[in-house]
């Protein structure tokens, strides 16, 4: 089993950077790829980036690529998702998410794990 928790949420102004962290306990042996997805009120739950553990590749959603950058600390079991530029329609809560086998996924169904979820809020 791994267990997932996020960090680094909070109150911005646009334009703001934020650093998010998601740090994995447990059988981290076994994670394949982190995600990162986010959930605004009313919406559903979306896909913002996701990188391999072990290769490091990444893949991004449109909204997110050129300011997000995810990135992973293997030593540390955490990976981390960078937002730059921060716009009032990146407001949502952060999901970090585990896989266990590949490919690399940006579905919420392929997900083995999930963390509980940090607030980030853009204002103007």
């Known amino acids: 089993q791994v267990q997932l928790v996020e960090s680094g949420g909070g109150l911005v102004q646009a334009g703001d950077s934020l650093k998010l962290s998601c740090a994995a306990s447990?059988?981290?042996?076994?994670?394949?790829?982190v995600s990162w997805f986010r959930q605004a009120p009313g919406k559903e739950r979306e896909f913002v980036a996701t990188i391999s553990r072990s290769s490091g590749s990444t893949a991004y959603s449109e909204p997110a690529r050129g300011r997000f950058t995810i990135s992973r600390d293997n030593a540390k079991n955490t990976v981390y998702l960078q937002m730059n530029n921060l716009k009032l329609e990146d407001t949502a809560v952060y999901f970090c998410a585990s896989k266990d086998r590949p490919p690399l996924s940006g579905r919420p169904a392929s997900m083995e794990s999930w963390g509980q979820g940090t607030q980030v809020t853009v204002s103007l």
């Open positions: 447990g059988r981290t042996d076994r994670i394949y790829a």
